[in-house]
């Protein structure tokens, strides 16, 4: 990120296109999962169609430094909380606040809609995504199995909002 460059952030709408480059973003900052989790990330799953789909049922969000995607997330609306998901920050950018910006984001908005809480799932192997999120004031809800898994394989977290 260059110091130059302001950090801006706001909803990826219909409008948006840059699916693709958004994708190769999500990718590249989830492959250190690769070989580490079991199951594999869903995120091979997806393409750059859709990607776009997910952004017409969810709020899709974006960090831009410049014109370089540097952080997105994902909300989806359900009852009284929003579930956050596909959140990225850059690899070589983490430390620097955009993490704690997208969050800071992400519950304006569930405070703007009412709700009580955001919920995000990640997985057990993942210990520092783990600390990361208690450190954001998640706490651990539940524990489930992917199907056809007969261990946990992903931790639910919830962070209330006042």
């Known amino acids: 990120?260059?110091?130059?460059?302001?950090?801006?952030?706001?909803?990826?709408?219909?409008?948006?296109?840059?699916?693709?480059?958004?994708?190769?973003?999500?990718?590249?900052?989830?492959?250190?999962?690769d070989g580490v989790i079991e199951p594999p990330s869903s995120i091979h799953r997806l393409d750059a169609y859709s990607l776009a789909e997910k952004s017409a049922r969810e709020t899709a969000i974006v960090v831009l430094s410049g014109r370089t995607i540097v952080g997105c997330a994902?909300?989806?609306d359900r009852d009284d909380r929003f579930y956050l998901g596909k959140l990225a920050v850059s690899p070589e950018l983490q430390g620097r606040g955009i993490g704690r910006l997208l969050m800071a984001y992400c519950e304006g908005l569930a405070r703007e809609a009412g709700k009580t809480a955001i919920e995000?799932?990640?997985r057990v192997e993942l210990?520092?995504?783990?600390?990361?999120?208690?450190?954001?004031?998640?706490?651990?809800?539940?524990?489930?199995?992917?199907?056809?898994?007969?261990?946990?394989?992903?931790?639910?977290?919830?962070?209330?909002?006042?």
């Open 120 to 122: 995000l799932q990640t």
């Open 127 to 162: 210990t520092g995504n783990q600390q990361a999120f208690a450190r954001l004031d998640f706490v651990e809800t539940e524990r489930t199995a992917h199907a056809g898994y007969d261990r946990p394989t992903s931790i639910t977290m919830r962070k209330a909002l006042a």
């Open 74 to 76: 994902f909300l989806d």
């Open 1 to 33: 990120m260059d110091a130059e460059e302001p950090l801006t952030i706001g909803q990826a709408g219909a409008d948006f296109g840059r699916w693709g480059e958004l994708l190769s973003f999500i990718r590249d900052a989830f492959s250190y999962m």
